[in-house]
């Protein structure tokens, strides 16, 4: 899933985002409502965690505009108010759902995992793909049975092939969809992703057209 942290205070930010990461989500963190506003209208972002209190736009502001503009964006507040009134505040503003700070990070990835299962088109099946299969609830990958340890990136990247099985994904469409909106590391890193891939792939006995190389272009899944 793509995410925007909206959140002025780094301290929480980028502990935030890392972990997120790890989850095996894509992660973009802003610090004013007004930039998370013009970024939401990219069409990139599945879930918004959303603060109350942010610069040039607070948060309850910027949910209703995002509900105005008839946005599907999920929502999820996180915020240092715990009233029952600021709750109701919230939640009629548009969000889905309301964490209050501090929060566990297992509890908010828990919220995200249920927030998923409401929406349809983001709900977790079994992708297959010959003897491979990838389990997005679980984030489990096996080939033949065998459990294959993927890194984040190794993840998104299969991950997205399995979604897209008869498409030629080229290295700028990797980027625009996988990489967080700094791509500066990007480019040169993803050969270095997908070798890292096949080889653990081919480790469990895949083809070596398993990912195929269609050259000048880009890349997709070959042969099973």
Same mark, same amino acid.
């Given at each position: 899933?793509?995410?925007?942290?909206?959140?002025?205070?780094?301290?929480?930010?980028?502990?935030?985002?890392? @972990?997120?990461?790890?989850?095996?989500?894509?992660?973009?963190?802003?610090?004013?409502?007004?930039?998370?506003?013009?970024? +939401?209208? +990219?069409?990139?972002?599945?879930?918004?965690?959303?603060?109350?209190?942010?610069?040039?736009? #607070?948060? =309850?502001?910027?949910?209703?505009?995002?509900?105005?503009?008839?946005?599907?964006?999920?929502?999820?507040?996180?915020?240092?108010?715990?009233?029952?009134?600021?709750?109701?505040?919230?939640? #009629?503003?548009?969000?889905?759902?309301?964490?209050?700070?501090? @929060?566990?990070?297992?509890?908010?990835?828990?919220?995200?995992?249920?927030?998923?299962?409401?929406?349809?088109?983001?709900?977790?099946?079994?992708?297959?793909?010959?003897?491979?299969?990838? #389990?997005?609830?679980?984030?489990?990958?096996?080939?033949?049975?065998?459990? =294959?340890?993927?890194?984040?990136?190794?993840?998104?990247?299969?991950?997205? @092939?399995?979604? !897209?099985?008869?498409?030629?994904?080229?290295?700028?469409?990797?980027?625009?969809?996988?990489?967080?909106?700094?791509?500066? +590391?990007?480019?040169?890193? =993803?050969?270095?992703?997908?070798? !890292?891939?096949?080889?653990?792939?081919?480790?469990?006995?895949?083809?070596?057209?398993?990912?195929?190389?269609?050259?000048?272009?880009?890349?997709?899944?070959?042969?099973?």
């Amino acid at each position: 899933m793509r995410i925007l942290i909206v959140e002025d205070d780094e301290r929480i930010a980028k502990p935030l985002a890392e @972990f997120l990461r790890r989850q095996h989500h894509i992660v973009d963190i802003t610090t004013d409502g007004l930039e998370a506003w013009e970024w +939401s209208q +990219s069409g990139l972002y599945e879930l918004i965690l959303l603060d109350l209190m942010l610069p040039k736009l #607070d948060g =309850i502001t910027l949910c209703k505009r995002l509900r105005d503009a008839s946005s599907n964006l999920l929502i999820l507040m996180l915020t240092a108010r715990d009233t029952t009134g600021d709750k109701i505040i919230g939640l #009629d503003a548009g969000a889905d759902d309301y964490l209050v700070k501090p @929060f566990d990070l297992k509890e908010l990835a828990a919220r995200i995992r249920a927030l998923a299962r409401r929406t349809p088109d983001i709900r977790p099946q079994i992708l297959v793909h010959g003897d491979l299969q990838l #389990d997005p609830g679980t984030q489990q990958v096996t080939y033949t049975g065998n459990i =294959i340890s993927l890194t984040p990136k190794e993840y998104l990247i299969l991950e997205y @092939f399995l979604r !897209n099985p008869n498409q030629v994904v080229t290295r700028s469409v990797i980027l625009d969809k996988l990489w967080e909106c700094d791509k500066s +590391s990007g480019e040169g890193s =993803i050969k270095t992703h997908l070798t !890292n891939l096949r080889n653990k792939l081919r480790a469990c006995g895949s083809s070596e057209e398993f990912i195929e190389n269609i050259y000048g272009i880009g890349y997709r899944l070959g042969h099973k």
